[in-house]
């Protein structure tokens, strides 16, 4: 339909074409990508999101800087001497928010939730650890319910060894979550943690990649590895981390061209999807985009204007020899992007701004046109425009159904809606990819069974129906861990795309049954709620929610 060549590909979100069929030489509008406002205002700016195994997203943002625009409910308030902003405050700083029906609700979060980082545990309560002021050692637990039951915020305000404060966390394969860094916190430490006197253990690689006062490697890149160890990249700098020995596996040659990537010059990164269809050896592969210069921040600061954002992504696949960077040039450049992994495995980018950085007041240019990369052709297309400015304290998760939800925004110290130049966001939007046009749906399978548990290493059946199966060779099953997202970065992200043994008719129309076999380790797939999605010539199913374990 189109030739995309080796350039960069403008969609508009209108496509025009010719179907001479259905009308003579009169162009058929078909929408290919689109943005929705689902809701105008939640009331709070989704400055952190995490999609919960019951299809709701829980959101907060941070209790120290005013009113929101939701009340906490019954009538409820909080009273914080050490508030910065206002020391009774009755309304909300997070809501649950139900995709299915597009409505949500507060939640009562007590202490600061600022800038900080979570996870969600195998049996899918989502934790989630430090912030600012009052809760910069806090964990925090939310277990989900239905809609219209009370479940809510459980706080233990002085669990954390240490003030977490921009750390970034990551599931284990054991079900514990490691808590890595945070501002002036050169260590990391465990959840749970083993007993009262538990200490934080040192990491000096994070002390080593600050620059000036905690710049730049603030909310470093963590990604689980196959063998069991952490990736984490800080700066400009990457290592194999063993937590278990403290001590580094091994260091990758710095990512070119001297840009940092981490907050507040923050790019953003993902893992590759880990693919056990090969009998060979799994391959691991990071991809870095973004961010902005060094001293980007403080040029912002000293009235030297705001730095164009880098317009770079390195890929760097850690299972080989001798791991080098390829670089690929993205057609916008961009700080503060999010990376989320498509169904299909591409990888979307979004949200952002074309120049300064993170932090307050400090970026221009908004960017309101996603990319998506392609990485087996290596190729990016610019997709349609977003109604509003996502910059600071924005926000994008993956939803079962394919779409991308995108909130927040929050440049500034207050809920400032007015006299600003780019307004706190309290609205929600999704994206829909260019693979949930109508168009595909003859192509598209629907996954029949659900709820499913899957087990290591153990055979399952999958049932799904497709109006026109193709073939085999163009069906894939993958499983998608949902993301924490906050400040550009997916905590927890991952995909596995399963090996399918068969495919059978199912003795229904159009309907057909797969053997897969389930991940082969808890360092490939940490246990827990995975989203489920089939992908047939490029188009994904709906996911529905596994349980590995
Ligand atoms: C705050 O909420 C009210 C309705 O509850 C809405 O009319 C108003 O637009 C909201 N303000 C912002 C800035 O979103
Ligand atoms: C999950 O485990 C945590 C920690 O043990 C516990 O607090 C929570 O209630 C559990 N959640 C569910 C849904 O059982
Ligand atoms: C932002 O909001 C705060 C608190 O309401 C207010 O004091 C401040 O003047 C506002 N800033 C602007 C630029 O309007
Ligand atoms: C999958 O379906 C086949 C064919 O009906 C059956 O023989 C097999 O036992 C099923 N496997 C599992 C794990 O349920």
């Known amino acids: 339909m189109i030739n995309y060549g080796k350039t960069f590909i403008i969609t508009t979100s209108v496509l025009c074409l010719s179907i001479?069929?259905?009308?003579?030489?009169?162009?058929?509008?078909?929408q290919l990508d689109r943005w929705e406002v689902l809701q105008p205002s939640i009331g709070i700016s989704a400055m952190h999101m995490q999609l919960l195994h019951n299809g709701m997203v829980i959101m907060f943002d941070r209790t120290d800087f005013g009113n929101s625009n939701i009340s906490l409910a019954g009538g409820m308030c909080r009273y914080d001497p050490s508030d910065t902003a206002v020391k009774f405050d009755c309304?909300?700083?997070?809501?649950?928010?139900?995709?299915?029906s597009n409505t949500y609700r507060p939640l009562k979060?007590?202490?600061?939730t600022w800038c900080s980082s979570g996870s969600v545990l195998p049996n899918g309560t989502l934790v989630q650890t430090g912030g600012y002021n009052d809760g910069d050692r806090a964990a925090r637990m939310f277990t989900p319910c239905g809609f219209s039951e009370t479940c809510d915020w459980i706080e233990f305000p002085q669990y954390l060894t240490q003030r977490r404060w921009y750390a970034t966390n990551?599931?284990?394969?054991?079900?514990?979550?490691?808590?890595?860094?945070?501002?002036?916190?050169?260590?990391?430490?465990?959840?749970?943690?083993?007993?009262y006197r538990s200490i934080e253990s040192r990491f000096e690689f994070l002390r080593e990649?600050?620059?000036?006062?905690?710049?730049?490697?603030?909310?470093?890149?963590?990604?689980?590895?196959?063998?069991?160890n952490l990736f984490v990249f800080a700066n400009t700098r990457s290592i194999v981390f063993d937590y278990k020995r403290n001590r580094i596996v091994r260091e990758f040659p710095e990512i070119p061209g001297g840009d940092p990537r981490n907050y507040p010059s923050s790019g953003s990164s993902i893992l590759l999807p880990l693919d056990e269809t090969n009998n060979v050896d799994l391959e691991a592969e990071i991809m870095v985009c973004g961010g902005a210069p060094k001293g980007a921040f403080s040029g912002v600061k000293n009235g030297r204007g705001f730095a164009r954002a880098t317009s770079t992504c390195g890929r760097l696949k850690l299972t080989g020899a001798n791991p080098s960077w390829e670089m690929e040039t993205m057609p916008l450049p961009r700080v503060m992007g999010d990376m989320l992994l498509l169904p299909t495995g591409d990888v979307i980018i979004v949200n952002g701004a074309g120049t300064g950085t993170a932090g307050w007041e400090n970026a221009r240019?908004?960017?309101?046109?996603?990319?998506?990369?392609?990485?087996?052709?290596?190729?990016?297309?610019?997709?349609?425009?977003?109604?509003?400015?996502?910059?600071?304290?924005?926000?994008?998760?993956?939803?079962?159904?394919g779409r991308i939800l995108v909130g927040g925004s929050n440049p500034h110290v207050y809920y400032n809606f007015t006299n600003v130049e780019y307004p706190t966001e309290l609205s929600l939007e999704a994206y829909s990819p260019p693979y949930l046009s109508f168009t595909s749906d003859s192509i598209r399978p629907k996954i029949l069974t659900s709820g499913k548990v899957v087990n290591y290493k153990t055979l399952f059946n999958l049932s799904f129906s497709i109006a026109q199966f193709l073939t085999?060779?163009?069906?894939?099953?993958?499983?998608?861990?949902?993301?924490?997202?906050?400040?550009?970065?997916?905590?927890?992200?991952r995909m596995v795309i399963l090996k399918l043994i068969s495919v059978a008719r199912d003795g229904l129309t159009n309907s057909y049954r797969i053997n897969v076999l389930g991940p082969s380790t808890a360092e490939i797939a940490p246990p827990g709620y995975?989203?489920?999605?089939?992908?047939?010539?490029g188009v994904p199913s709906s996911g529905t929610w596994v349980q590995i374990e």
């Open 365 to 401: 240019d908004p960017l309101t046109r996603p990319v998506i990369y392609y990485p087996f052709e290596r190729r990016f297309s610019v997709m349609s425009t977003a109604s509003r400015p996502r910059m600071y304290h924005s926000s994008a998760v993956l939803l079962a159904d």
């Open 91 to 100: 309304s909300a700083h997070s809501v649950l928010y139900d995709v299915a």
């Open 20 to 30: 001479a069929i259905l009308s003579e030489a009169q162009p058929y509008m078909m």
């Open 472 to 493: 085999i060779d163009l069906l894939s099953v993958r499983i998608v861990a949902p993301s924490f997202t906050t400040h550009s970065f997916a905590m927890n992200q």
């Open 530 to 537: 995975y989203m489920m999605f089939l992908v047939h010539s």
């Open 109 to 112: 979060v007590q202490t600061d």
């Open 170 to 195: 990551q599931i284990l394969p054991d079900g514990r979550i490691i808590v890595v860094g945070g501002r002036r916190q050169f260590n990391f430490e465990i959840f749970p943690r083993a007993d």
């Open 209 to 228: 990649t600050t620059d000036g006062s905690n710049e730049n490697n603030l909310y470093p890149f963590l990604h689980l590895l196959p063998d069991g």
